[in-house]
Every structure is written in structure tokens, then in C-alpha cells.
């Protein structure tokens, strides 16, 4: 039996629909980095949500390195999805009625939705199977006459030389350093919007509802849709 030591190398082993499968779902969760700022009518905005769902990525490939290095390659690693992403999954579910899906940002919560719910489904299932009986190595699932060689060379070579980067040392680096850019990020769109507020000539207040940085004149908060004064 091919063993690994890295957990890496043992999906890199994995057929070439299943890696294609996993590199739409990292691509799901890693995407949403481009929306944690956005513009709208009254300067430039911040969202937590993408920040959230990278860090629910990021959470649960740390639980599952470590659960691989104790049970090995074997169903129950869909846990650490099920432990990382469903409280975030739970949130953003939520968070979907308010976002709709008008806005490219609403799009792609419903994407993330979709793709997620999929591997949280099929996680769900795994660990079932594990706790029934099915405990045997992933490995065994496939021989290597199924195995894309080409797509297999490129994934192993990605993560070994990311492999500094995800060991268990860097995992508190990399959570900092996320919240590090995350402030930086808010700290500009402050900025932005003072600036610009200071260009067109008008104040800013306060939504009392969401809290929300909006025109001084604004009838009606851009954010959350709620009227500010009475006239509607």
C-alpha cells in the first residue's frame, strides 16, 4: 500500500475529476477575497463576510492535517468541513436574505452556497460512513492507471512548495496576518470615504440601523435600505 506522509501528496494521488472537484471548491472559498471591499454611492465599503469564509478555509484545513496525521487518509476527514465551514455556512445561509442576489457579491454567495452545501452534503455522508465501518485508506479507492499524472505533478509541486506555509507553526501567522490586512482594509475605505466626502463637499453621519458611514442629506441608508427620515 502507497503511503503519504503529507496529506498533500495523498490528494494529489486522487483521479483527475476529483482533483478538478477540489479546485473548484478551494476557488469557491478563495474568491471571495475580491469582495472585501466594495464601492457604492457614498465612497467605498467593507464586508467581513468573504474574511470569514476564508478563514473557515483556512480553520478547517488545519483540523484536517491534523486529523490525518492521527486516523490517516480515511472518511472521516470530512469532520474538519463539518467543524470549520458549517458555522460560517450557517451564518452566511442567513446572511444571503439580506445580500439577494442582484449585486455580483450576491452572486457569488449563492455560488459559495451551492458549491459548499454540495461538499458539506457529501462530508456528512463520508463520516456516516466512516462511524458504520467504512475506516478503510482513500488510497485504495483508485489505482494509479486512474490517476492524471500531469495534474498530479502540478498539484504536489504547489503544496511542497507551499508546504512552509501550512505547517502548524504558521497557522497562527497566517489567522494574524489575515486580520493585519483585514484592518488595513477597513482603515483605508475610512479613509477613501473621508476623502472623498471632502471632495464633493458634503458630511457624513451615522446610519442608526446599521451604522453605516452615509450622506448627511441621505433619506434613505444605501446599505441596509432603511429610511433614515420620513420622507419615502
Not at 139 to 166: G, P
Not at 179 to 185: K, M, Y
Amino acid at each position: 500500500m502507497e503511503l503519504y506522509w503529507y496529506l498533500e501528496e495523498a490528494i494529489a494521488s486522487e483521479p483527475t475529476w476529483l482533483l478538478l472537484w477540489l479546485a473548484v471548491l478551494a476557488g469557491s472559498h478563495t474568491i471571495s477575497i475580491l469582495f472585501v471591499v466594495y464601492k457604492h454611492d457614498d465612497g467605498w465599503g467593507f464586508r467581513w463576510e468573504p474574511l470569514a469564509i476564508i478563514g473557515s478555509w483556512l480553520l478547517a484545513d488545519m483540523i484536517m492535517q491534523s486529523m490525518y496525521h492521527e486516523y490517516g487518509y480515511v472518511r472521516l476527514l470530512g469532520l474538519a468541513h463539518l467543524i470549520g465551514w458549517a458555522p460560517i455556512y450557517a451564518w452566511m445561509v442567513y446572511q444571503r436574505k439580506i445580500i439577494g442576489f442582484a449585486s455580483l457579491w450576491g452572486k457569488y454567495v449563492h455560488w459559495y452556497l451551492v458549491i459548499a452545501g454540495i461538499s458539506l452534503f457529501i462530508d456528512g455522508v463520508d463520516v456516516i460512513r466512516y462511524l458504520v465501518g467504512d475506516d478503510g485508506n482513500l488510497y485504495l479507492r483508485w489505482s494509479s492507471r486512474n490517476r492524471n499524472q500531469f495534474l498530479y505533478w502540478i498539484i504536489d509541486s504547489s503544496y511542497v512548495s507551499l508546504r512552509s506555509i501550512t505547517d502548524y507553526k504558521n497557522y497562527f501567522m497566517l489567522f494574524g496576518l489575515t486580520g493585519v490586512i483585514a484592518l488595513l482594509l477597513k482603515l483605508l475605505s475610512i479613509i477613501v470615504n473621508i476623502w472623498e466626502g471632502f471632495k464633493r463637499g458634503y458630511r457624513m453621519k451615522e446610519c442608526p440601523y446599521c451604522k453605516s458611514e452615509i450622506k448627511d442629506d441621505a433619506s434613505k441608508c444605501p446599505h441596509c435600505a432603511e429610511w433614515i427620515s420620513d420622507k419615502k
